[in-house]
């Protein structure tokens, strides 16, 4: 893991002080983030609502006052944990005692509980598996017999150095047992459901699954899921100056047409002088524009993941890369 972080740079993560993302591994950060909120918050058929960690009476008292209690009804909390995960790897990097992570506590009914928690493993899973390189290394870890109301069970994403943590779905019957703060005439009657991502170490997890070792013929890659990637697609334009010849000053305008055509899009760009410093962002997609470009409207759009290109036309181009990212 430590090759692997010295391969990808300080751009993405350092652990040496923590959980320090640099420009890159911020924006990898929040692109999980936003996965996270969509798929656990705004997706579930019922209804759930952020709040913070210290608002949880009120939040409740002002959800039953709107009548919005019926279960399944979820809590979404996004906070910083001092929870020790991952102690293998946290006793070679002492400061990792402290990440983001995104929980989702789901209140339902007794009858409803068990499958609800299976479901959400089922579930959750497989949501990890969609954004990896190698699917089959996101697996369920032993389920853990806390106590005789509480069972819980982690997602681990398994390397050869050994494994990670990235999320821990627990379920709790009889919730008076922990305090919950819901007024109910019956808690025996309740249960309650989470699943805990721990987004910090899931963004180390893509990392390490992304990653390709150098050759002799290539620097180190990072083949990331389209929607983790920082950037979606880049482009390498010649500086326009008064020494380059009038079709390169035509191929690197209509390249800088493109890139705004993509930023209007909401599409994460990037823009160098040289395609080594396009390959040093670890981008998917590179386009790339001939003299025969500017008479035809083709360009070349190179996948770093397959190292081919596909013919588009300028005016698809916009449509072309959504769909790649799926956005």
């Known amino acids: 893991m430590e090759k692997i972080l010295k391969d990808l740079g300080s751009g993405f993560l350092s652990l040496d002080r923590g959980f320090l993302f640099g420009p890159q591994g911020k924006l990898l950060r929040r692109n999980l983030e936003e996965l996270w909120y969509r798929h656990c918050v705004v997706m579930p058929p019922y209804n759930i609502f952020l709040s913070p960690t210290d608002?949880?009476?009120?939040i409740f008292d002002k959800l039953q006052s709107f009548d919005v209690v019926d279960k399944p009804l979820g809590i979404?909390?996004?906070?910083?944990?001092?929870y020790?995960?991952?102690?293998?790897?946290?006793?070679?990097?002492?400061?990792l005692n402290s990440h983001t992570v995104g929980k989702i506590s789901i209140i339902?009914?007794?009858?409803?509980?068990?499958?609800?928690?299976?479901k959400k493993q089922r579930e959750r899973k497989v949501w990890w598996r969609k954004f990896s390189r190698e699917p089959s290394r996101f697996k369920f870890s032993d389920v853990k017999k806390i106590n005789k109301n509480k069972d819980s069970v982690d997602i681990t994403?398994?390397?050869?150095?050994g494994s990670i943590v990235v999320e821990t779905i627990i379920h709790q019957q009889d919730i008076r047992k922990i305090n919950y703060p819901i007024k109910t005439n019956d808690a025996t009657n309740i249960h309650l459901v989470e699943h805990i991502t721990l987004l910090d170490w899931g963004c180390l997890a893509f990392l390490c699954d992304a990653y390709t070792p150098p050759s002799s013929s290539s620097?180190?890659?990072?083949?990331?899921?389209?929607?983790?990637?920082?950037?979606k697609i880049g482009f390498f334009i010649d500086p326009l100056t008064e020494e380059l010849d009038s079709k390169s000053q035509e191929k690197s305008r209509l390249l800088l047409y493109l890139n705004n055509q993509l930023k209007s899009k909401g599409v994460e760009t990037i823009v160098t002088k040289t395609r080594e410093g396009i390959e040093s962002f670890q981008v998917p997609l590179i386009v790339?524009?001939?003299?025969?470009?500017?008479?035809n409207g083709i360009v070349q759009v190179w996948s770093q993941l397959t190292t081919l290109a596909e013919s588009v036309h300028i005016t698809n181009l916009c449509n072309y890369v959504l769909k790649r990212c799926n956005i």
């Open 76 to 82: 979404a909390v996004l906070e910083n944990s001092k």
């Open 157 to 161: 994403a398994e390397f050869p150095f």
């Open 288 to 295: 790339t524009v001939d003299d025969a470009s500017l008479q």
């Open 219 to 231: 620097s180190c890659e990072l083949k990331l899921n389209f929607k983790l990637s920082p950037y």
């Open 108 to 118: 339902t009914d007794s009858s409803e509980g068990k499958d609800l928690y299976h």
């Open 55 to 58: 608002k949880l009476n009120e």
């Open 84 to 95: 020790i995960c991952n102690p293998d790897i946290v006793s070679t990097y002492s400061k």
